[in-house]
């Protein structure tokens, strides 16, 4: 390094920031950074505002380090000049805090529910990637991921994560201002203001917050005047470095908005959260269940989580309506009382011819991997097994010979199909949550 010029570290250490983060992260944050000033021993970026500066450094300070000459407390000897044109902009875009008056007009919106935290959020294999972004969010709001993007389908833990970062931070952060509302609030309150012609001082307020969360983005769909207005406070906040969250049923790029809006919100972390395991069901089932003082056992609690299965909200529903039953009819949770009150919410597959498609399907999709996989050759410890319970499955329900079931896995042989035949008989008898798994895969697959 020490025989490198400045200007040749900068553009190594440009190749290498371009392979780490995503190309619009580049064009917005790294792109505008330019070297004004250098020489062997310091090294000067003009940057377009304090933000860039700061973002610089918060998130890539130790890479910049491996580039550039350090001081003896191991910092980048880096001199940073701003453009004072685009300062006095930027400056002159920041709206004043909201007066006293104003700031509680709106903030009555922001109602918390106090169930929804993170300790009564219940982690599993399709929501422990998500629940990690939430709480570096909570801990450090606009410093971990911003804007964060959370999608999935309905009822399944995306407001209450939401909700949870809201009381974290409300916890921790008190001196922060903080805003959550849903999509449909902030239209109402645009509405409002409009009708009023307070506009001004709804965008005193939005624009001076320090975390906004927002959920239910996808009723801003077709809406092009409201777009408009938050996509501007939105670009307000992030230039701030200011914190938002977002909750969708949809990716970004599936929603019908401007692609500056989706743009916007792919600068930061889009993440998924998934239908829960069954396992994971289980677990929300017992936990519920002893928050409202109803006796389950793990017995009834599988049972239940076998026929209900699409979302949580569905699954709270049902012990709602089971702790009800029970307690008017003085009655234990039993399997047969779950059936009797509960069976019109249990859920089936639509029917279908079994076939070793089906099979495969409903196997991959129990262990998240590939179809072609369980074909395959594969040898990893997961894919052998799961193989092998499709093997299970295809010797169980088809009426095929094994010589044609065998073809189906890659032209396996009968020795190999019934040692994993044998294999699966003997683990089930052992392990009460494979049988289970097996149970209801055989379940979805014969319905």
């Given at each position: 390094m020490l025989t490198k010029t400045t200007k040749e570290c900068w553009e190594e250490f440009i190749?290498?920031?371009?392979?780490?983060?995503?190309?619009?992260?580049?064009?917005?944050?790294?792109?505008?950074?330019?070297?004004?000033?250098?020489?062997n021993d310091n090294t000067s970026l003009k940057v377009p505002n304090v933000f860039v500066r700061e973002y610089l450094l918060d998130n890539y300070k130790e890479t910049l380090a491996q580039f550039f000459p350090t001081d003896a407390k191991g910092m980048p000897k880096i001199a940073f000049v701003i453009e004072e044109k685009r300062a006095k902009s930027v400056k002159s875009a920041i709206p004043p805090p909201p007066s006293q008056k104003e700031k509680s007009s709106l903030e009555r919106e922001m109602q918390l529910n106090e169930n929804y935290t993170f300790d009564h959020f219940i982690e599993g294999p399709s929501n422990q990637f998500i629940k990690s972004a939430a709480m570096g969010v909570a801990t450090r709001p606009g410093k971990s991921y911003n804007p964060l993007f959370?999608?999935?389908?309905?009822?399944?833990?995306?407001?209450?994560?939401?909700?949870?970062?809201?009381?974290?931070?409300?916890?921790?952060?008190?001196?922060?201002?903080?805003?959550?509302?849903?999509?449909e609030g902030f239209i109402n309150d645009l509405v409002n203001n409009l009708r009023s012609k307070?506009?001004?001082?709804?965008?005193?307020?939005?624009?001076?917050?320090?975390?906004?969360?927002?959920?239910?983005?996808?009723?801003?769909?077709?809406?092009?005047?409201?777009?408009e207005e938050f996509c501007n406070t939105f670009e307000a906040l992030i230039n701030q470095n200011k914190q938002i969250v977002i909750t969708s049923d949809k990716p970004p790029g599936q929603l019908k908005l401007s692609q500056r809006m989706i743009a916007r919100m792919e600068w930061g972390l889009?993440?998924?959260?998934?239908?829960?395991?069954?396992?994971?069901?289980?677990?929300?089932?017992?936990?519920?269940?002893?928050?409202k003082g109803l006796k389950l056992t793990s017995k009834v609690a599988f049972f239940i989580a076998e026929h209900i299965y699409n979302n949580v909200r569905q699954l709270e529903g049902a012990l709602n309506r089971l702790g009800a039953y029970c307690r008017l009819m003085h009655m234990e949770a039993t399997e047969e009382v779950v059936e009797n009150t509960l069976g019109e919410m249990f859920q089936v597959i639509p029917t279908g011819k079994v076939s070793i498609d089906r099979i495969l399907q409903s196997v991959a999709s129990m262990y998240n991997i590939r179809e072609s996989d369980l074909r395959g050759q594969s040898r990893e410890k997961e894919i052998a097994f799961a193989r092998q319970i499709a093997m299970y499955l295809a010797k169980e329900l088809l009426g095929d010979s094994l010589t044609k079931i065998g073809l189906a896995f890659g032209g396996k042989a009968h020795s190999t199909l019934i040692y994993a035949w044998k294999k699966i008989t003997t683990q089930m008898k052992k392990d009460e949550n494979l049988r289970r798994r097996i149970q209801m895969a055989r379940q979805n697959i014969e319905t």
């Open positions: 190749a290498f920031i371009k392979k780490e983060c995503s190309r619009a992260e580049y064009a917005n944050w790294i792109a505008p950074i330019k070297i004004v000033e250098s020489d959370i999608h999935g389908g309905v009822g399944l833990g995306k407001t209450h994560l939401l909700h949870a970062i809201g009381h974290h931070i409300k916890k921790h952060h008190k001196k922060l201002r903080m805003q959550c509302i849903t999509t307070s506009i001004d001082k709804m965008k005193r307020f939005y624009r001076g917050l320090d975390v906004l969360l927002v959920d239910d983005i996808q009723f801003l769909q077709d809406r092009l005047n409201f777009e889009v993440a998924h959260i998934g239908t829960p395991d069954l396992e994971t069901r289980v677990a929300i089932l017992q936990h519920k269940a002893d928050q």
